[in-house]
């Protein structure tokens, strides 16, 4: 039995997938973004569901390692890498048929070499500077790059793209726009040196909701998929024109249950102490499976419906919960961590918002070790 799982909805991943699909033209390619352990979520699980069911065009990932893991699981779709390859792995692009973005010319000037020595071809989409200050190159350096790629018949330049840095958290958009405008600029840059570049992107999940200008060729869309919103400024902007669903549970099971009499303290710290008598359920969660120590004494879970609330702090492997006014609370009974039971429901938003995060890093933060199960 383990100790905690998490549960994905399919059905809700699909439906997600769908709804965000309806906003964008059919002959835009969809780039489903699983970095991160697709969120927490499970990147074999969410990217096999995908694939299955023929739901995306591509699959977006942070590192190599995570295209590598998807190609021993299976996976044949095309795989973008977003974020950085050391140099010493970059013979992995050709191996595990990846696409890579690069915004370092020894990038290029090595998977050139690779290519030569291997006869074969790399993909990569360079990143450019529009307003992010991330990864991404300048527009004073493009002639260097396209002089460049010109010398390097074994690294072709598929894509172009940039990032936006302030689309989700404002409802005003004059930055993206700014930074739209800029991208346009650089696609223009290479235009006139006579390069057609076939995928142009920018759009992240805001984009992809709110912005169809910023659809280009390809979409990467990341927590809209997860049924969570990019923020409350997006989900306030949209209204009801998309509905999405968090496809994540995350449950546990009691591990003990106990009476304690007024005054006794619990868990380290003595941080709580009964007002009265009580009865106190162990669950075999804590900070190490990624439930936020932030969450010690505020924190809350659902069992058989009903909300218990956490008492004393948030420990390595367990935390404890007031099931006083629960009634027939056994050993081994169901516990809801994140998700739906009856009608009550926690969040990762009710979470990160109690301890002062987003629920992004909620639900990244779910322990790689603690099973994926489809549901
Ligand atoms: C380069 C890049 N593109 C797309 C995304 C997806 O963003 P979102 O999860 O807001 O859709 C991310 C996520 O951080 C990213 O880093």
């Given amino acids: 039995m383990n100790l905690s799982w998490v549960e994905i909805n399919a059905k809700a991943l699909l439906a997600n997938v769908r709804a965000l699909r309806e906003n964008v033209q059919k002959n835009v390619t969809f780039c489903s973004v699983l970095k991160a352990n697709a969120y927490g979520h499970g990147l074999e699980l969410c990217a096999g569901i995908l694939q299955r069911e023929k739901a995306t065009d591509w699959i977006g990932v942070n590192a190599l390692w995570e295209a590598e893991t998807l190609r021993n699981s299976g996976i044949t779709l095309p795989l973008y890498v977003m974020g950085y390859t050391p140099l010493s792995d970059l013979e992995k692009v050709f191996s595990s048929d990846a696409r890579v973005v690069v915004y370092n010319q020894e990038t290029v000037l090595r998977l050139e070499e690779l290519g030569k020595a291997l006869g074969k071809i790399a993909r990569v989409h360079l990143k450019v500077e529009t307003g992010n200050h991330r990864q991404g190159v300048y527009e004073h350096e493009i002639p260097s790059w396209i002089e460049l790629l010109k010398q390097c018949p074994h690294v072709i330049l598929e894509g172009l793209s940039t990032h936006f840095a302030n689309i989700e958290d404002t409802r005003d958009h004059s930055f993206a726009r700014e930074q739209m405008r800029r991208f346009g600029g650089y696609v223009l840059l290479f235009s006139d040196a006579g390069m057609s570049i076939p995928f142009l992107h920018c759009a992240n999940s805001a984009a992809t909701i709110l912005f169809p200008e910023t659809h280009r060729v ?72 990624g439930f936020d120590r932030g969450l010690s004494n505020t924190g809350e879970v659902v069992i058989h419906g009903k909300r218990a609330k956490l008492c004393g702090r948030v420990c390595m492997n367990m935390i404890m919960v007031d099931v006083t006014d629960i009634e027939n609370v056994r050993l081994e009974d169901e516990v809801v961590l994140i998700g739906r039971d009856g009608s009550e429901e926690i969040t990762a938003d009710e979470m990160a918002k109690k301890i002062g995060t987003i629920h992004y890093e909620v639900v990244t933060r779910i322990c790689e070790g603690i099973a994926r199960i489809e549901v």
């Fill in 218 to 289: 390809l979409v990467r869309t990341g927590i809209a998929l997860y049924g969570l919103w990019p923020s409350d400024e997006v989900k306030r902007e949209v209204g009801e024109k998309t509905v999405l669903q968090p496809i994540l549970s995350w449950k546990t099971h009691i591990a003990q249950i106990k009476s304690i009499s007024k005054g006794s303290s619990v868990g380290y710290g003595c941080s709580y102490r009964a007002e009265k008598d009580m009865i106190i359920a162990i669950l075999p969660v804590g900070y190490y499976d």
